[in-house]
């Protein structure tokens, strides 16, 4: 498949792989909620049927985010991407939680079992937490920015510091979080017990244990199996260098066979420091010394905030991977690429990969709060490639890079474009929509998601 100057190659590229696992999510949800509206048994009273359908639909929800997580490689390419699997796993997960609340409301069922409703109230218990436990950290992408001051003093009060320390950060949440299959459980045998419309209608029966099994089925597989399928590689840190006061590179020397990995992508990676083990998804930002790999590590959050203080050299490692779809390949010939930040990580993989020149025309635009701690090493590869033109933006000398500016200094239709993003959520989201808005095709933006969890 060759690459169409308006980009038709990335249209058979790119909308299969980003839109086919989405799409079939809505398909199954819309097809299950028209099942259980047609398969109303006779005399069951509306309301209390529709509140069944929404506990019925929170489950098939929740068994997709558990499919989502199963880390099974063929779920990776149907999303695009490891990544774009997770953001659609916290999708459907919140989703499932707020169905709940209407399927609290509406189906009461006057014979319930005893057993049934401490099911019920367990499983609403702990999904609830999680889900709320999971967009604390994200909280000022959703709130209004009015109450954000008020949020913020309320941050600051003794009590919620207090409730802090108690939580933890992302290593206790996320040994909560391995709960969720068996919160699940409890509300698909909730389910099972009190569901008035499944005497009726065994198919209504069938088709939820179906759902459920497939959910709990794939749940099992990760907790239980999924160690002993997936790839890991043994890595040994062999140099920790200093690129900016809260920014380091950290070299990995392979102990065994090494990752093999295509730049842009990233890792898994579990890292014994002196505060113990820690896990977490960093792209690769290249090769390094004896056959090792690179990646480049910031304080973002509670768990990686420590990491550039207790990483040393000789520690180990283990890499899991590689995974992610961010590959400048499936663009069109004429290139932007938007790095803000760490989100620089995977276009340094690319250029530093680089074989020859490159065949496309690409206009990189990298954006930092002060110089970019890359910006000599960039410029120098750029020397050696005629077609990549790079433009340093320093935000607090030349003020926020827009999209505006973007699409100026590129001069190309916007219809031609591909675009590859990479930063703060924020920022890529208000560019994706200003692209869209001035031409740029939806299946030619590209973003990585770096900040989930």
């Given at each position: ?13 790119g ?40 506990g019925?639909e ?18 990776e390419?149907?999303f ?29 069922n ?90 009726a ?78 896990r ?56 932007v690429?938007?790095?803000?930040g ?28 002060g110089?970019?701690p ?7 590869i750029?020397?050696?490639q ?23 200094a ?44």
């Amino acid at each position: 498949m060759t690459k169409g100057g308006a980009g038709q190659g990335t249209v058979f590229l790119g909308m299969p792989f980003r839109w086919l696992g989405p799409g079939a999510i809505m398909v199954l949800a819309g097809a299950y909620g028209i099942f259980w509206s047609l398969a109303r048994p006779a005399g069951e009273p509306v309301l209390g049927h529709v509140g069944q359908l929404f506990g019925g639909e929170s489950v098939l929800l929740y068994s997709i985010a558990l499919v989502l997580v199963s880390t099974l490689p063929h779920v990776e390419p149907v999303f695009g991407g490891i990544d774009h699997a997770a953001i659609w796993h916290r999708r459907a997960a919140m989703t499932a939680t707020i169905l709940l609340l209407p399927h609290m409301e509406l189906a009461a069922n006057p014979e319930a079992t005893s057993l049934g409703k401490t099911l019920a109230v367990v499983a609403i218990s702990g999904l609830a937490a999680l889900v709320v436990w999971a967009v604390l950290p994200r909280w000022r992408t959703i709130l209004p920015a009015p109450v954000r001051g008020l949020v913020r003093t309320l941050l600051r009060t003794r009590p919620v510091r207090l409730a802090a320390r108690l939580l933890g950060g992302y290593e206790r949440w996320r040994g909560f979080h391995r709960l969720t299959g068996l919160f699940l459980a409890a509300g698909f045998l909730h389910g099972l017990l009190d569901a008035s419309a499944f005497e009726a209608v065994p198919a209504l029966r069938w088709s939820y244990v179906a759902i459920g099994g497939t959910g709990l089925g794939f749940y099992a597989y990760r907790e239980l199996l999924a160690r002993h399928f997936l790839p890991h590689h043994d890595y040994q840190v062999a140099a920790v260098q200093p690129v900016a006061p809260d920014l380091v590179e950290v070299a990995l020397r392979p102990l065994g066979r090494p990752l093999v990995f295509k730049p842009g992508q990233f890792a898994m990676v579990y890292l014994e420091t002196a505060d113990g083990w820690q896990r977490h998804p960093f792209s690769i930002s290249g090769l390094a010394l004896e056959g090792g790999i690179s990646i480049t590590v910031k304080a973002l959050g509670d768990h990686t905030a420590r990491l550039p203080d207790v990483v040393q050299p000789g520690m180990p490692a283990v890499v899991g991977g590689p995974y992610g779809r961010f590959d400048r390949h499936r663009g069109t010939a004429h290139q932007v690429w938007i790095a803000g930040g760490v989100g620089i990580t995977p276009f340094l993989s690319w250029l530093r990969s680089l074989d020859g020149e490159l065949h496309d025309d690409v206009h990189f635009f990298v954006t930092s709060a002060g110089p970019s701690p890359f910006a000599d090493e960039v410029s120098a590869i750029a020397r050696n490639q005629p077609r990549l033109t790079v433009h340093a933006v320093d935000t607090e000398a030349d003020g926020r890079l827009t999209p505006e500016a973007v699409l100026a200094a590129v001069g190309t239709e916007p219809r031609e474009l591909s675009v590859f993003m990479g930063g703060p959520d924020a920022m890529l989201r208000q560019f994706r929509k200003a692209f869209r808005g001035a031409g740029v095709r939806r299946a030619n933006i590209h973003r990585e998601y770096f900040q989930w969890r």
